[in-house]
Antibody, heavy 121, light 107 residues
């Protein structure tokens, strides 16, 4: 059974840092691109970052570029999101998700339960 | 940047109704369009990928159609567990934008 479990969320002051983790199990982690998606309370979904299966290619939405860093450790079946210079507007549930692809079309087929990051003074 | 616009933003319906939600892309995305369902306090769940392919385990009352810029998600006969928020997502480019969501609630 595919499982993704996020951890590391919490309350942090503006300008602070947090590191989120996503522990993967039930599939060959090193074979899949992984994504981070966030959702402010009561709002819609925002795709913020992805990392290739090898870790060599990454992408960031403009809203987090230069402040967030995605990484992975395939030996530990783990995905990470280092978040620096946090802003009040970064307050959200953060989900890790696995990307699956079929016939050239890709999608997010498994999601973690999410971890809440609250940025407030 | 590709903008994804869903309509309506909210919708009230009854059990047994046929419901259609629309998603429009600001440029051609061919069939790189996915639909997700999200219930309160839960992560999104993939329903449809590639505009019309049903994800494993998803009931057949859900269907998707469209290509290019205009897409629809149809629920043929609403069940109580279908009341949720639905999102479309484009995967044509790396930004993977989502629509703003359509909240489906009980009339």
């Amino acid at each position: 059974e595919v499982q993704l479990v996020e951890s590391g969320g919490g309350l942090v002051q503006p300008g602070g840092s947090l590191r989120l983790s996503c522990a993967a199990s039930g599939f060959i982690f090193s074979s899949y691109e992984m994504k981070w998606v966030r959702q402010a309370p009561g709002k819609g979904l925002e795709f913020i970052s992805y990392i290739s299966s090898s870790g060599r290619t990454t992408y960031y939405a403009e809203s987090v570029k230069g402040r967030f860093t995605v990484s992975r450790d395939n030996a530990k079946n783990s995905l990470y999101l280092q978040m620096n210079s946090l802003r009040v507007e970064d307050t959200a549930f953060y989900y890790c998700a696995r990307e699956g692809c079929s016939n050239g079309v890709c999608y997010l087929d498994y999601w973690g339960q999410g971890t809440l990051v609250t940025v407030s003074s | 940047d590709i903008q994804m616009t869903q309509s309506p933003s909210s919708l009230s319906a009854s059990v047994g109704d046929r419901v259609t939600i629309t998603c429009r892309a600001s440029q051609i995305i061919y069939n790189y369009l996915n639909w997700y369902q999200q219930k309160p306090g839960k992560p999104p769940r993939l329903l449809i990928y590639g505009a019309s392919s049903l994800h494993i385990g998803v009931p057949s009352r859900f269907s998707g159609s469209g290509s290019g810029t205009d897409f629809t998600l149809t629920i043929s006969s609403l069940q109580p567990e279908d009341f949720a928020t639905y999102y479309c997502q484009q995967t044509y480019n790396t930004r993977y934008n989502f629509g703003q969501g359509t909240k489906l609630d009980i009339k």
